[in-house]
């Protein structure tokens, strides 16, 4: 089976992570900051970043220390990772999914007649590596006294065509490392901010609300959310290949699209505005469920869309959660699959997998 993601580990990231173990100094510590530092630099940010355990609990830390209030509303994507929603519910809001345009961008239309006077923030999402209308968002948040929260889980290392990298926009950008993503250090995640009180308060509380390691005072009530070392020695390491990384998977990117460009059954998900890092490469097709079984049964992974939020099993018969129309949140949907896409295909993978979409007939 040709998986249909998965991470490129290589000796470095190896070596690096037993340097980790053998200094027994393996909980969050000198690595976590160089990860930090690292991020910093590759995003263009004015400040450190705060290292997370993951974005989920990013997320929800970033909703807790803007101030939130129990029951008040966060828009959201009508189509995203359920973990955009959960982390808005475990914070005590309640998400406000809306629809999406043909980009995967929050509609700028549904969002402004979403915004009422219980309305916290707008969190967007960098969906499967592409950047997002966060600009157009900054303006109506800016407008209304709203929180811009983006979730850039999908967007390491993602800019637009002006540079401004996702996360950086916002009043809080989080970023992902889950071992499927562009840069993978197992699990992890890093809030950016411009503000640096707010990035403080959000490492004080991912401490367990004590403004040092190592004592017994507490000055906040916090949590414990911190990363370890041994993910951030992975992430450290990851990022020293970041531009091998990345050149491999836009050679991937290209090669799909030089022999798919005849296919009548699908077309390439690409928006040239954008300097995307190609995490997936993916299809609109209308045989989508169809075509995910034909490559199945060729040995071939692929992928559907996340489901829009309203057809989540999870999410009947709740009041933790509201709906507004998702007509092209489920038109998207019905027609999105992604391919192979780990930055490990080798050139006779590619061809395999372009063969068996040239020759699929319904």
Known sequence: MINQIEPWICKNEIETVSECISSTFVTEGKYTKIFEEKIQNLHRCSFQPVAYCNA???????????????????II???????????????????????????????????KEAINSNTFAVMPVHLYGHFTNVESLRTICDDNKLMLIEDASQGVGVSNSDGIFAGTVGDIGVLSFYGNKFITSAQGGMIISKDPLVLS???????????????????EIGLNFCTSDLNS??????????????ARKK???????????????????????????????????????????????MGIQSRRAFPPLSMQPCYKDTNQIKFTTDINAR????????????????????????????????
């Open 201 to 219: 308060k959000l490492r004080q509380f991912k401490n367990h609300g004590r403004i040092n390691k190592g004592t017994f005072w507490h000055e």
């Open 251 to 297: 050679t991937i990117f290209d090669t799909y699209k030089k022999y798919l460009s005849n296919n009548k059954f699908l077309k390439l998900d690409m928006l040239p505005h954008e300097h995307p890092c190609y995490w997936f490469v993916s299809v609109f097709t209308d045989a989508a469920d169809h075509l995910n079984e034909y490559l199945t049964n």
């Open 233 to 246: 020695s992975l992430g450290v390491a990851q990022l020293e290949r970041f531009e091998e990384i990345k």
């Open 331 to 362: 038109a998207l949907y019905s027609r999105y699959l992604s391919l192979p896409s780990s930055a490990t295909l080798c050139d006779e993978d590619i061809l395999k997998i372009c063969n068996a979409l040239n020759q699929y007939e319904l």
């Open 77 to 111: 994507p009508a189509l995203t990772f359920v973990a955009t929603a959960n982390a808005v519910i475990m914070a005590g809001g309640v998400p406000v999914c809306v629809d999406i345009d043909e980009f995967f961008n929050l509609d700028l239309k549904a969002v």
């Open 56 to 74: 989920t609990a990013a997320i929800y830390a970033s909703l807790k220390v803007l101030g939130i209030k129990d029951n008040q509303e966060v």
